[in-house]
């Protein structure tokens, strides 16, 4: 019976072959320029990607050593990783699809982002993966995955094509090798999860994470382009709320989530946004250039709030949709409150990262998998349910079985946490004799 509920990897037939298209402008002053056309300056990469082949962006220095850590198996024993196409496998099929991931996979995924956060320094990049998965969703669209969301379509060369996403490739090839690594752990959620660790490690707060996303399977079922906001529209305001509300997400979030921004760079040749370098640039940490928002751009603080307020440093970009959060007088007074209380800014941008990271998604279990403890129906110990299983495949459960088995037991106001009572068979069975007895006397 286990056997028969647990969900079996499916793979998708997605093609592989086309070209990535990257936006490629020469914008470098401080106030940020408009993104210049796609048409006018963009060029075609190779796709699949290979690691022999020139990186398209020094982000994707990866050293041997962790990259050899990283991989499922030694390349040694499958020389086809050497020549990176553990790259081109997954990301051309795209189709290394399951239906949704495992607790004990996903706690080691984790780690493995760790480590590749602590060798690459690509937090940033990781949190705007998650968040482009996330922010195509749309409220008004009730059927999955119609809505857009958190549903790992960003892995798609279709979408990935998109002018909102470029450069999110090289994120996507620098996790790529823990995807293939478990095939327990969706798309979905690994980029939700690569997400939510990078704000961790970076020094932000705890983010309350579930996990069990559900993958779409093939390109088709990708979001239409320009769901997600404009750095330069002509109406800042308006368009965050456009965009944002579509979301479900309301002005709180808007400014919380905005506060990512203490992470990371803009870069002319992918967005068209920023400077190529700065001081604070220059030397990296990670791939050298572009313009960041704050000083130490790999450190999750509220100084981005501080920063956009006082607009002195030519060094640090302020984007027209950053301005307007101490212009529009509904953000000013988030914006205002964050730049003076970190704690009020982290508490706010946890819950509003966790309900980014789940718009749109399909979670299965439909309660989601908890890493930590903090979902109660996640709670894997004490399983005395599992001790009813019986005959000679006897064995541990999976935590997603586990998880299905609580769910059942819960819809019916049970609890597989605890023995069933030998009086409640006792019960059935004087009201069945009873019964009986009532109808031979009637009989009678
Ligand atoms: C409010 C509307 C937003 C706009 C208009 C916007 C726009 C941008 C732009 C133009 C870039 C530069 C990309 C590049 O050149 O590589 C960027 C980077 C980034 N964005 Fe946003 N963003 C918005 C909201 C968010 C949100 C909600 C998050 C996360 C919760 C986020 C996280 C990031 C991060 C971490 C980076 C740095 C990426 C890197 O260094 O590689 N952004 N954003």
């Not at 028969?4 to 401080?30: D, K, N």
């Not at 706690?107 to 990049?125: G, M, Q, V, Y």
Request: glycine share 8%; aromatic share 8%; with cysteine.
């Amino acid at each position: 019976m286990a056997e028969l509920l647990l969900s079996s990897p499916a793979s998708s037939s997605a093609s592989a072959s086309a070209s990535i298209v990257v936006s490629l402008s020469g914008a470098s002053s401080r106030l940020p320029k408009k993104p210049a056309s796609a048409s006018a300056s963009a060029q075609a990469l190779p796709f699949p990607f290979h690691a022999a082949s020139p990186s398209p962006s020094p982000s994707l220095r990866v050293s041997a050593r962790s990259l050899h850590r990283l991989l499922p198996l030694s390349p040694r024993r499958n020389p086809s990783l050497l020549r990176g196409a553990f790259v081109s496998r997954s990301m051309g099929s795209a189709g290394a699809m399951c239906a949704a991931s495992d607790a004990a996979q996903l706690r080691s995924a984790r780690e493995d982002i760790k480590e590749l956060l602590n060798t690459t320094f690509c937090h940033p990049i990781l949190v705007r993966l998650g968040w482009h998965d996330a922010g195509t969703y749309d409220k008004n669209i009730e059927e999955w995955p119609q809505r857009g969301g958190a549903n790992g379509s960003l892995r798609f060369e279709v979408e990935l094509k998109h002018a909102a996403n470029a450069g999110l490739v090289n994120a996507l090839k620098l996790i790529q090798p823990i995807k293939d690594k478990y095939s327990g752990v969706t798309y979905a959620d690994l980029f939700q999860l690569a997400s939510a660790t990078a704000i961790e490690e970076a020094g932000g707060p705890k983010i309350p994470m579930k996990y069990g996303r559900v993958d779409v399977t093939g390109p088709e079922q990708c979001p239409a382009e320009r769901k997600l906001p404009d750095a330069g529209p002509p109406s800042p305001a308006q368009h965050l709320r456009d965009v944002f509300y579509r979301m479900g997400l309301d002005d709180k979030e808007i400014v919380a989530l905005s506060g990512a921004h203490t992470l990371g760079r803009a870069r002319p040749e992918r967005s068209g946004w920023g400077k190529p370098e700065t001081k604070y640039t220059k030397d990296g940490p990670g791939a050298p250039g572009g313009q960041s928002w704050t000083v130490q751009w790999l450190k999750f603080d509220n100084s981005y709030f501080k920063d956009i307020k006082e607009q002195k440093d030519e060094d640090l970009l302020v984007l027209p949709t950053d301005a307007v959060l101490l212009e529009d007088p509904s953000f000013k007074v988030y914006a205002e409150k964050y730049a003076e209380d970190q704690d009020a800014f982290f508490k706010d941008y946890a819950e509003a990262h966790a309900k980014l990271s789940n718009l749109g998604a399909k979670f299965d279990p439909p309660e989601g998998i908890s890493l930590d403890g903090d979902i109660k129906a996640a709670t894997p110990e004490p399983f005395v349910a599992a001790k009813y299983s019986s005959g000679e495949k006897k064995r541990e459960l999976s935590d997603a079985m586990k998880q299905k088995i609580r769910a059942e037991y819960e819809a019916i106001g049970g609890s597989p946490d605890k023995p069933l009572k030998s009086n409640y068979f006792l019960n059935i069975m004087i009201v069945i004799a009873a019964l009986a007895f009532l109808t031979s006397l009637l009989g009678n």
